[in-house]
């Protein structure tokens, strides 16, 4: 981190999702559809159209930002996070571009699925080793392709690969190589 101490960074990050859900609040249960005025246009002009009815997906990254960062070990967190945070982009932009081949088990393109491993992969390796990086990268590409409603039931309703990818991936790395 570039912040030293943990807990002075997991204060920020707590103001900094503290001001995320209150915008968040503010979009989802106060601003009516019908007075799509300026400000609801400004919030969620920065969104993607399934975003506009719950959590954005910046709230729930910050949110497992402050997880995986006050509970994991520092390279376990910061690889965690670099691979939502430059895999999912990357994933997106090959899928969008020469995705043609569907997943069996969702929505996702197998060339997508391949980029965001590949990052994960070369990050996992550079912050954890092979093994744990390996590992980490097959976790993440899993959660990250796997429907939610698979992996959590009920729950998928509200929460995104935002929060699941950092928390699963990095807690499962955590524990499995805890005791290794």
């Known amino acids: 981190y570039i912040v030293p101490?943990?807990?002075?960074?997991?204060?920020?990050?707590?103001?900094?999702?503290?001001?995320?859900?209150?915008?968040d609040i503010l979009r989802i249960f106060l601003l009516r559809?019908?007075?799509?005025?300026?400000?609801?246009?400004?919030?969620?002009?920065f969104m993607k159209e399934e975003e506009g009815?719950?959590?954005s997906g910046a709230t729930y990254f910050i949110a497992s930002s402050l997880i995986v960062i006050f509970y994991l070990p520092k390279n376990i967190a910061v690889s965690v996070l670099f691979f939502l945070s430059l895999g999912d982009?990357?994933?997106?932009?090959?899928?969008?571009?020469?995705?043609?081949?569907?997943?069996?088990w969702g929505d996702k393109s197998i060339e997508g699925s391949l980029a965001f491993f590949a990052v994960a992969f070369g990050i996992g390796v550079l912050f954890l080793g092979f093994m744990k990086g390996l590992f980490g990268a097959i976790i993440a590409t899993l959660v990250e392709t796997m429907p939610t409603h698979l992996l959590l039931g009920s729950l998928s309703?509200?929460?995104?690969?935002?929060?699941?990818?950092?928390?699963?991936?990095?807690f499962l790395i955590h524990l499995l190589f805890s005791f290794i």
């Open 89 to 104: 982009p990357m994933a997106t932009f090959v899928g969008s571009r020469i995705g043609e081949e569907r997943l069996f």
């Open 157 to 170: 309703h509200w929460l995104d690969d935002n929060l699941t990818v950092p928390l699963i991936t990095g």
């Open 33 to 45: 559809a019908e007075d799509k005025g300026y400000l609801y246009r400004f919030l969620c002009g």
């Open 53 to 55: 009815w719950r959590f």
């Open 5 to 23: 101490d943990r807990i002075s960074l997991c204060k920020i990050l707590l103001i900094v999702f503290a001001g995320s859900l209150m915008i």
